[in-house]
């Protein structure tokens, strides 16, 4: 794993870092070397959650964690998005914004895709925080594999979309932290609706062959 020159001395802070996503970006990033705070409605769980994972993982609440990352990892329920995101967008301003949330509804037929306003959940994202720089990646990353202390390495891209290139740039070194992982570019944030939607994709493949399944971009 390589740290970017970037990336040093730069604190990661992961919102909704309690449940299974944020938790297992949070390990990988710590596992790497990187200051984390993990970021949850209850500061109490947050540091339980903390103290459980490896390297330098301080707990706090979801607003002290947007106070105190440079840069900062949406990784809550989509139906708590809005709101969190317009509460904490003082503390965001100027900062990079990674939205890995995915809107999706469940039925007895699986997992679909859910209608957004602004067309995806980066978009509004970017639409609440208007003096950040959102980026969207980290959709399809599988939390099990994340969370499995075991596990080396996390074999799949991770796909990075936004308007910045230097934003886009740092979040791909981000993702590079994790053994197995690579930052691909994938377009301006416009497109983040497919990449969040083709979610839904993955958990039917994952269900019908008991799998966890991530992407693999080739020849770039």
């Not at 309690?18 to 209850?42: I, K, W, Y």
């Not at 990646?137 to 080396?152: I, K, R, T």
């Not at 796909?159 to 691909?184: C, E, F, M, N, S």
Request: with cysteine; proline share 4%.
């Amino acid at each position: 794993m390589t740290v970017s020159d970037a990336l040093r001395g730069r604190t990661v802070a992961v919102l909704g870092g309690t449940g299974p996503q944020g938790r297992g970006l949070a390990r990988r990033f710590a596992a790497a070397g990187l200051d984390v705070v993990l970021g949850s409605r209850d500061a109490d769980r947050a540091a339980q959650t903390a103290a459980a994972l490896p390297g330098r993982v301080r707990g706090a609440a979801n607003a002290d964690a947007a106070a105190t990352g440079d840069i900062v990892v949406v990784a809550v329920p989509w139906d708590g998005h809005a709101e969190l995101l317009t509460e904490l967008a003082p503390a965001l301003a100027g900062k990079v914004v990674v939205d890995c949330v995915n809107p999706l509804g469940f039925d007895r037929q699986g997992a679909y895709a859910l209608p957004v306003a602004e067309g995806s959940a980066a978009q509004q994202a970017a639409a609440i925080l208007t003096t950040s720089t959102v980026v969207g990646a980290f959709h399809h990353v599988s939390a099990v594999l994340l969370e499995d202390p075991d596990l080396d390495t996390v074999d799949t891209d991770v796909l990075v979309l936004g308007d910045d290139r230097a934003a886009t740039d740092l979040v791909q070194d981000l993702a590079a932290v994790i053994p197995g992982v690579r930052g691909v570019y994938g377009g301006r944030l416009r497109n983040a609706h497919q990449v969040e939607a083709f979610t839904a994709n993955l958990i039917s493949v994952n269900r019908r062959y008991k799998a966890h399944a991530g992407l693999r971009v080739t020849d770039v």
